[in-house]
């Protein structure tokens, strides 16, 4: 069984920036992909950016330029820099394997942007 931990998140002004950490129970190689996801209260938790075992990296269209996922050189941390951070990105964040596995879920952290 896999545990993620996620901290980083926090209160922040619009334009600032949070570095977000997922660090994980075990080696997170296997999994071959992983993934920062975000969830708003009454939104469905979305896939906000992707990160292979080489390094190949995909982005949500609306964190594109903005927001940028890294592996650790331990083998079990990953981060997402969040930079020029609006409103819109108020949310819990998570990490977890890509595709999502449900009985991965941590308790996320929360980040606020204010205006």
């Known amino acids: 069984q896999v545990q993620f931990v996620e901290s980083g998140g926090g209160l922040v002004q619009t334009g600032g920036s949070l570095r977000l950490s997922c660090a994980a129970s075990g080696s997170i190689f296997r999994f071959h992909v992983m993934g920062w996801y975000r969830q708003t209260p009454g939104k469905q938790r979305e896939l906000v950016a992707t990160i292979t075992s080489g390094g190949s990296t995909t982005y949500a269209d609306s964190v594109k330029g903005r927001f940028t996922i890294s592996r650790g050189n331990a083998e079990n941390t990953v981060y997402l820099q969040m930079n020029s951070l609006q409103p819109a990105d108020t949310a819990v964040y998570y990490c977890?394997?890509?595709?999502?596995?449900?009985?991965?879920w941590g308790q996320g952290t929360q980040v606020t942007v204010s205006s």
């Open positions: 977890n394997k890509f595709p999502r596995e449900e009985n991965y």
